[in-house]
């Protein structure tokens, strides 16, 4: 326990960026290997603009790092948090912090932004992909990194997590929103046995289907028990879904990065007038 306490209390950037580039480039030949879907769309262009968007996320996760020290640093130097008032050995703080983390910076971020109209704007940049795979897992718009980022400052000030947790849970973070959007095509046996702790790829596709209700489901990032508990789980058939979301569906303009980027800023769009009770 010491020596993942230490690793991950001082770990390299270098390490840090692995996570990130190694998550990707596994996924991607999985995918290729062994894709949900087949691949009709032209898969440069998808990747090259979801990795824009990974790099708008990387800098101003770069630029506001300074925070997530400071508040990580001063609750351990203060004893504030939720960790820290229970007084838990080591192991306890790895346990019920990861979960709060999890909680309070992923699931409960991500419910908010579905149901806050301007942080829902932000957040639609990233349900404007209709080709799902590894690589949509970092397409956010600038702004919602930034909402992201508040988000998990505060998860850390309420739960009291020390550094080297959120660097743990930051790497977990990244590599699970990389395997849970991957076009991966899992066996059913092992699905079913990770779907109980984790968030699989057939979980989270659901989220990603273009109508409500079943963008209003499966909002979480590692732990799926959150979704369980909440009510917001959904279980769909994958190959029947149709990805994207319905208030922007052209295909041109979600594949065009300024478009994209003067989303939050034009007005809200309303969905095509389909029949609002969907049955997949």
């Known amino acids: ?18 996570v990130l580039i190694g998550g990707l480039t596994i996924f991607l030949l999985i995918e290729n290997a062994a894709p949900l879907f087949e691949t009709k769309y032209n898969k440069v262009k998808h990747t090259g603009l979801n990795l824009f968007f990974t ?3 990387i800098i101003i996760n770069f630029f506001m790092a300074f925070l997530l020290v400071f508040t990580a640093d001063w609750v351990v130097a203060n004893e504030f948090g939720l960790v820290q008032w229970l007084d838990l050995p080591a192991i306890g703080v790895l346990v ?16 908010v932004e579905h149901h806050v109209k301007w942080m829902w704007q932000f957040h639609v940049i990233h349900h404007t992909d209709q080709n799902i795979d590894t690589t949509s897992a970092n397409r956010h718009h600038p702004g919602e990194s930034v909402i992201r980022f508040t988000f998990t400052i505060v998860a850390v000030f309420l739960v009291g997590a020390p550094m080297w947790l959120v660097f743990l849970y930051q790497s977990m973070s990244v590599a699970l ?8 095509k899992m066996p059913s046996w092992l699905d079913n046995t990770l779907v109980l702790v984790f968030c699989t790829p057939n979980m989270h596709r659901v989220h990603h289907h273009y109508r409500q209700p079943y963008s209003d489901s ?3 990032n590692i732990f799926s028990f959150w979704d369980r508990i909440f009510q917001t789980f959904a279980k769909v058939d994958n190959k029947k ?3 994207g979301v319905d208030t922007y569906m052209n295909t041109k303009d ?15 769009h309303k969905p095509i007038d389909y029949d609002q009770e969907e049955k997949l």
């Open 1 to 18: 326990m010491d020596a993942l306490i230490n690793y991950f209390a001082e770990m390299p950037t270098a390490h840090r960026s692995a």
């Open 55 to 57: 790099l708008t996320t």
């Open 96 to 111: 019920v912090g990861l979960l709060l983390l999890d909680f309070f910076g992923a699931w409960l971020a991500h419910y």
């Open 177 to 184: 929103s990389q395997f849970n959007h991957s076009n991966v």
């Open 218 to 220: 499966n909002y979480g």
């Open 241 to 243: 879904l149709i990805y």
């Open 254 to 268: 979600i594949n065009d990065v300024m478009y994209l980027l003067k989303i939050p800023f034009a007005g809200y």
